[in-house]
């Protein structure tokens, strides 16, 4: 079984960005370099932007149980659907691929 989510990373905080709380959660807000204000939210230690990726990332295990992480390139999670299930078809047909060769040795 495949899942598909957007990965998380985090970056330094920007030049004199403004450290605040709302409902309970920290954010960064600071102006660009184009004048535009831009609000994102911190690390649990305020020390870095917590973001998330634009694209979804498909997330299974191959025929040899190794976990793979793969890029979609999909922004929208029903357009990475399709994706998912291919990949999730394709470690279904590895593992019983797999297990035959085993019965067979064995």
Same mark, same amino acid.
């Given at each position: 079984?495949?899942?598909?989510?957007?990965?998380?990373?985090?970056?330094?905080?920007? *030049?004199?960005?403004? +450290?605040?709380?709302?409902?309970?959660?920290?954010?960064?807000?600071? =102006? *660009?370099?184009? @004048?535009?204000? %831009?609000?994102?939210?911190?690390?649990? *230690? !305020?020390?870095? +932007?917590? +973001?998330?990726? @634009? =694209?979804? =990332?498909?997330?299974?295990? *191959?025929?040899?149980?190794?976990?793979?992480?793969?890029?979609?390139?999909?922004?929208?999670?029903?357009?990475?659907?399709? =994706?998912?299930? $291919?990949?999730?078809?394709?470690? %279904?047909? $590895? +593992?019983?691929?797999? $297990?035959?060769?085993?019965? %067979?040795? !064995?």
């Amino acid at each position: 079984m495949a899942t598909a989510y957007k990965e998380t990373y985090t970056k330094p905080l920007p *030049d004199r960005a403004e +450290l605040f709380t709302h409902k309970g959660k920290r954010f960064a807000r600071w =102006t *660009d370099g184009k @004048g535009k204000k %831009q609000t994102e939210p911190v690390t649990k *230690d !305020g020390t870095r +932007l917590a +973001l998330r990726a @634009g =694209t979804y =990332t498909a997330k299974y295990r *191959d025929g040899q149980g190794i976990v793979r992480k793969v890029s979609t390139g999909c922004r929208d999670e029903t357009a990475a659907g399709p =994706t998912r299930e $291919a990949y999730a078809a394709a470690s %279904q047909r $590895a +593992l019983s691929y797999r $297990a035959e060769r085993i019965h %067979q040795v !064995g």
